[in-house]
C-alpha cells in the first residue's frame, strides 16, 4: 500500500475535482447518510455538502496522512472521518449514498468488492462511482516498462498498483433487476501548466508505489527516465501539457422496497 502525501496529491485538484462533480451531478434523491470511500484529503467534502445541506457524511480512507489532513481541516459538525479499508469496509447500518471517487482502482478483488458493498445501500439508495480506466495509456505503460528493467526489477517487482476496468465490466457485474444503472465513460483533455506536468500528476497517484519501492540511491536514476519518456511522449505546447485521460462512472440505484436476493 503506497504512502499517499495530500500536499503532492492536492497539486491538481482542479482536474481531479471534475469528475466527482460530473458523478454527483447524476445522483437521485436526498440521501440523509452518506459515506464516501476512499476520501482522500476531505477537499472534495464541501461538494457533497453544497447538494445535500443535511446529511450526515463519513469520509472513509486507509491512509492515516489522506484522514489526518481531512480531519485537521474539517469544521463541519456533521461529516467525520475513519482510517478504513475499503476492503473489508462494514457500516453500522445500511447507508443512502455510498460513493467513491477515484479509489476502487487501488482495491485489488475490486470486482468482489464493489457486490458486497452495495448490500449496504438503503432501499431507494445509491451506489455511485468514479474510477479511472487507463492502465493502457502511456503514462502507465511507460511506468511498468521501466519498473520492469533489470535496473529495478528487484525493487519494483510485485508493488501494488492501480488497475482500471472497462464500463461494461461493470455494467455486467451490477446489472440486476431491482437496480437502474446509469454507467458512461469520459475522456478528459487535461491541460496541465508548468514543466513535467504529467510526471507530477502520476507521481501523485499512480507512480507513487514504484517511487516508494526504490532505493533512494536508485530512485533519481528511474526518475530521471520516467520524466524523459514522458515529456517525449506527452510533449508541452504552447497552451499546457494534453493529458488524455480515461474514467469510468456507475451511479446505481437500488429500486425502493427491494432487498438483497441471496
Ligand atoms: C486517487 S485518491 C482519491 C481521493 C478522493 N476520493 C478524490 O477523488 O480526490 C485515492 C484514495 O483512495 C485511498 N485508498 C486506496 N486504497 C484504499 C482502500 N483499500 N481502502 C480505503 N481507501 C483506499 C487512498 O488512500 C487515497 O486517499
Known amino acids: 500500500m503506497p504512502q499517499w502525501d495530500p500536499t503532492a496529491y492536492l497539486a491538481f485538484s482542479g482536474e481531479r475535482s471534475r469528475p466527482f462533480l460530473d458523478l454527483i451531478a447524476r445522483v437521485p434523491g436526498d440521501p440523509a447518510t452518506i459515506v464516501d470511500l476512499g476520501c482522500g484529503p476531505g477537499h472534495l467534502m464541501p461538494v457533497l455538502r453544497a447538494r445535500w445541506a443535511g446529511a450526515r457524511i463519513c469520509g472513509v480512507d486507509s491512509s492515516s496522512e489522506m484522514v489526518d489532513r481531512a480531519d485537521r481541516e474539517n469544521n463541519d459538525p456533521l ?20 460513493v467513491s471517487n477515484a479509489a476502487f ?17 438503503a432501499s431507494g439508495g445509491t451506489l455511485a462511482f468514479q474510477a479511472p480506466n487507463n492502465s493502457d495509456a502511456p503514462s502507465h505503460t511507460l511506468l511498468a516498462e521501466l519498473a520492469s528493467d533489470p535496473r529495478f526489477r528487484r525493487h519494483t517487482e510485485g508493488v501494488a498498483s492501480a488497475r482500471g476496468v472497462d464500463a461494461r465490466t461493470y455494467l455486467d457485474l451490477l446489472a440486476d ?14 491541460v496541465l501548466a508548468g514543466e513535467d506536468a504529467v510526471f507530477r500528476w502520476i507521481s501523485g497517484t499512480g507512480a507513487r508505489p514504484y517511487l516508494q519501492a526504490l532505493p533512494d540511491d536508485l530512485r533519481p536514476v528511474f526518475e530521471a527516465d520516467y520524466r524523459a519518456a514522458l515529456c517525449e511522449t506527452y510533449p ?23 432487498v438483497d436476493r441471496p
Not at 461529516?79 to 445500511?94: F, H, K, L, N, R
Not at 497552451?239 to 437500488?254: D, Y
Open 79 to 98: 461529516v467525520t472521518y475513519v482510517q478504513g479499508d475499503i476492503a473489508s469496509w462494514i457500516p453500522d447500518a445500511a447507508v443512502d449514498l455510498l
Open 105 to 121: 482502482q487501488w482495491v485489488p478483488d475490486q470486482l468482489d468488492v464493489i457486490p458486497r458493498l452495495r448490500q449496504h445501500v
Open 177 to 190: 433487476p431491482d437496480w437502474s444503472l446509469d454507467v458512461w465513460t469520459t475522456t478528459y483533455l487535461h
Open 236 to 258: 508541452r505546447s504552447e497552451h499546457g501539457t494534453v493529458l488524455p485521460f480515461e474514467r469510468v462512472f456507475v451511479v446505481a440505484t437500488r429500486e425502493p422496497g427491494s
